[in-house]
């Protein structure tokens, strides 16, 4: 089982890499900006997230740009999910990484949406997309989603890499976004991986462009930053 861990906070335009001091992180990536953290989370804590997650998943679903329908994008993600709040969580342990996330993004706690876990099992995937919304594409917006934190709650044999096909300016002629190309993060149980939607001036970063490849079983859970 997979899960992906993302993090949303509202928060103006966090500075460019700051909350990242230099230990116990990678940096995977400056186009866009990317960063790895091993051991991140326990296997117990790991485990508990499983727990309170598998008995409320549901198909995953997709916000639509215009032109859109649940018809004419089936498919491009097929995941299942469900929403968690600390809140929820009476052993605290959502609410210990919400507090990890908040240092390491320097990103107020309170300004993070719920946890988004997800379930991706033998042959799911989600397409490459962008994780902030366009206000061109998907309306008015009354907030922008600056960060996503990934934890992955389990390991995979193989397939199941979080990819960012543009990474460093990569362009790729006629490429098609169900391809797997570009950066390439492998699960792996307790371990994070935190990506910036925009730029620190706030306009969204066309690098960012994420997707999932088809797995042979993986759980992850996500969490994700906005801005005010």
Same mark, same amino acid.
């Given at each position: 089982?997979?899960?992906?861990?993302?993090?949303?906070?509202?928060?103006?335009?966090? /500075?460019?890499? /700051?909350?990242?001091?230099?230990?116990?992180?990678?940096?995977?990536?400056?186009?866009?900006?990317?960063?790895?953290?091993?051991?991140?989370?326990?296997?117990?804590? /790991?485990?508990? +997230?499983?727990?309170?997650?598998?008995?409320?998943?549901?198909?995953?679903?997709?916000?639509?740009?215009?032109?859109?329908?649940? &018809?004419?994008?089936?498919?491009?993600?097929?995941?299942?999910?469900?929403?968690?709040?600390?809140? &929820?969580?009476?052993?605290?342990?959502?609410?210990?990484? &919400?507090?990890? +996330?908040?240092?390491?993004?320097? +990103?107020?706690?309170?300004?993070? &949406?719920?946890?988004?876990?997800?379930?991706?099992? +033998?042959?799911?995937?989600?397409?490459?997309?962008?994780?902030?919304?366009?206000?061109?594409?998907?309306?008015?917006?009354?907030?922008?989603?600056?960060?996503?934190?990934?934890?992955?709650?389990?390991?995979?044999?193989?397939?199941?890499?979080?990819?960012?096909?543009?990474?460093?300016?990569?362009?790729?002629?006629?490429?098609?976004?169900?391809?797997?190309?570009?950066?390439?993060?492998?699960?792996?149980?307790?371990?994070?991986?935190?990506?910036?939607?925009?730029?620190?001036?706030?306009?969204?970063?066309?690098?960012?462009?994420?997707?999932?490849?088809?797995?042979?079983?993986?759980?992850? /859970?996500?969490?994700?930053?906005?801005?005010?």
């Amino acid at each position: 089982m997979g899960r992906h861990v993302r993090t949303m906070v509202y928060v103006a335009y966090p /500075c460019q890499g /700051c909350g990242l001091d230099g230990k116990g992180h990678e940096v995977l990536s400056w186009k866009p900006r990317a960063y790895y953290f091993p051991n991140f989370a326990t296997a117990e804590q /790991c485990e508990h +997230i499983i727990g309170m997650a598998k008995l409320n998943l549901k198909p995953s679903t997709l916000a639509l740009r215009k032109g859109e329908t649940e &018809e004419n994008t089936k498919g491009t993600r097929t995941s299942s999910g469900t929403f968690i709040s600390a809140s &929820e969580d009476e052993s605290g342990t959502l609410d210990l990484i &919400e507090k990890k +996330i908040a240092k390491v993004t320097s +990103i107020p706690q309170s300004h993070g &949406e719920a946890f988004n876990v997800l379930r991706y099992e +033998i042959g799911q995937k989600y397409d490459s997309h962008y994780d902030a919304f366009n206000p061109s594409e998907y309306g008015p917006q009354s907030s922008q989603r600056v960060a996503s934190f990934l934890l992955y709650l389990s390991d995979v044999e193989e397939g199941g890499e979080t990819m960012f096909p543009f990474e460093n300016g990569m362009s790729v002629k006629g490429y098609d976004y169900r391809q797997c190309v570009g950066l390439k993060v492998k699960p792996r149980r307790g371990d994070g991986l935190l990506f910036y939607s925009l730029f620190s001036n706030g306009t969204i970063d066309p690098g960012h462009a994420v997707g999932g490849f088809s797995l042979k079983n993986l759980i992850d /859970c996500q969490r994700e930053t906005d801005r005010l």
